[in-house]
């Protein structure tokens, strides 16, 4: 389970380990620089290469030769950067609200952002559950500020980071195993921004969720786990 951010901890999708009812193990842990992992004080860390060497590390060390791998936001772009690499054993992807091209993100939510303070954008685009759970609380409260703003930006809708180029759609066609995708009509990921990750994997499904912006596994999660346990379980039938 790969958490947003960057910057983020992974207890906003703790409901997930709910899966594990179906037989499987659930793995999470804290990228490197936020949660409860290491907080180095060195801002040229924070690249995807390092976030993808963490990734590799933590599946040699809990022996995962075979897996399928979530990703939501900044998760979904570091699940994509890892299969793009084509590691053996990946099974599929669950991708969540996740973009393919930074500039497009950009120029996306200011569009979403204008006329609204920081505030007003979280609460219809982000998260539309008030009170917001305790769970995303408490994510919110390990965040990885220097992450985030080295790698990002002093926002979601102002991107002037790392990643401020980054774009692999024109790589999604290299990647060849199962994927989902899921997102939310609300989500500060809108369906252009959407469609071209859909399009660019081969016999991708998308999922949108009525109800929810961009954490469906918060808003519905009763329905997203059903969605997400049934594609895992076609995927392992086809093994």
């Known amino acids: 389970m790969l958490h947003g951010g960057p910057g983020s901890a992974h207890d906003a999708l703790e409901g997930l380990a709910a899966l594990a009812e179906r037989g499987r193990r659930v793995v999470f842990y804290d990228q490197l620089g936020s949660g409860a992992s ?24 809990f ?31 669950v991708l969540n609200s996740t973009p393919t091209s930074a500039p497009r993100w950009a120029e996306e939510t200011a569009r979403l952002a204008e006329g609204l303070d920081e505030q007003e954008f979280r609460r219809r685009h982000i998260c539309r559950l008030d009170p917001e759970p305790e769970v995303l609380q408490r994510a919110c409260a390990k965040f990885g500020k220097q992450v985030y703003e080295t790698m990002w930006g002093p926002n979601e809708f102002t991107v002037r980071g790392t990643l401020q180029d980054w774009d692999v759609i024109d790589r999604l066609g290299e990647i060849r195993v199962p994927t989902l995708i899921t997102s939310g009509r609300h989500d500060e990921c809108t369906p252009k921004l959407v469609e071209p990750l859909h399009e660019g994997i081969a016999g991708s499904e998308w999922v949108i969720f009525e109800e929810s912006a961009h954490m469906p596994y918060l808003e519905e999660p009763e329905r997203y786990l059903e969605i997400v346990g049934d594609f895992l379980e076609r995927v392992e039938a086809r093994r």
């Not at 907080?39 to 060497?53: A, G, K, M, N």
């Not at 897996?67 to 690499?85: I, K, R, V």
């Open 38 to 61: 290491d907080r180095p004080d060195d801002p040229s860390l924070w690249t995807v290469q390092t976030f993808i060497e963490q990734l590799q590390s933590v599946r040699e060390g």
């Open 63 to 93: 022996e995962l030769e075979r897996l399928h791998l979530f990703g939501s936001s900044w998760g979904g772009m570091l699940a994509l950067e890892y299969a793009l690499t084509q590691p053996d054993g990946l099974a599929s992807l």
